[in-house]
């Protein structure tokens, strides 16, 4: 999940600072889709300062300083869907181990049960 948290940080750094410096429009339309999506705004700065990609680009109604750093919200947004796969993979682990687990039983079963054409044929002693 780190990779993943990771991952999407970067591509959010290289989309802000592609922005930052105007290399692209098409940038532009991915930061401001990605400001929707996650209902942010730009990064935190430590000195409180609005830089001029956060002017431009944050939908209107997001203030800035209200805390929704987009880089805490994306982690959020991670922490949350990422705790979620986790417990169905685990859930479907462990139906996965308990079928094997049941198809073995079987199977063994029905390997060591090679007289299953005696029924109704018993000797009493």
């Given at each position: 999940?780190?990779?993943?948290?990771?991952?999407?940080?970067?591509?959010?750094?290289?989309?802000?600072?592609?922005?930052?410096?105007?290399?692209?429009n098409?940038?532009?339309?991915e930061?401001?889709?990605?400001?929707?999506?996650?209902l942010?705004?730009?990064?935190?700065?430590?000195?409180?300062?609005?830089?001029n990609?956060?002017?431009?680009?944050?939908?209107?109604?997001?203030?800035?300083?209200?805390?929704?750093?987009?880089?805490?919200?994306?982690?959020?947004?991670?922490k949350?869907?990422?705790?979620?796969?986790?417990?169905?993979?685990?859930?479907?682990?462990?139906?996965?181990?308990?079928?094997?687990?049941?198809?073995?039983?079987?199977?063994?079963?029905i390997?060591?049960?090679?007289?299953?054409?005696?029924?109704?044929?018993?000797?009493?002693?």
């Amino acid at each position: 999940s780190l990779q993943v948290e990771d991952s999407m940080m970067d591509v959010y750094d290289l989309v802000y600072e592609e922005v930052r410096r105007n290399v692209s429009n098409v940038r532009r339309h991915e930061l401001t889709a990605i400001h929707e999506a996650f209902l942010c705004c730009g990064k935190h700065s430590p000195f409180g300062d609005m830089t001029n990609v956060e002017r431009k680009m944050c939908p209107p109604g997001q203030v800035h300083d209200a805390g929704q750093d987009c880089l805490q919200q994306i982690q959020d947004f991670l922490k949350k869907h990422m705790d979620f796969v986790s417990t169905l993979l685990g859930i479907t682990i462990g139906f996965t181990v308990y079928g094997m687990i049941l198809t073995s039983l079987l199977w063994f079963s029905i390997h060591f049960s090679s007289n299953l054409d005696r029924t109704g044929k018993y000797i009493l002693r």
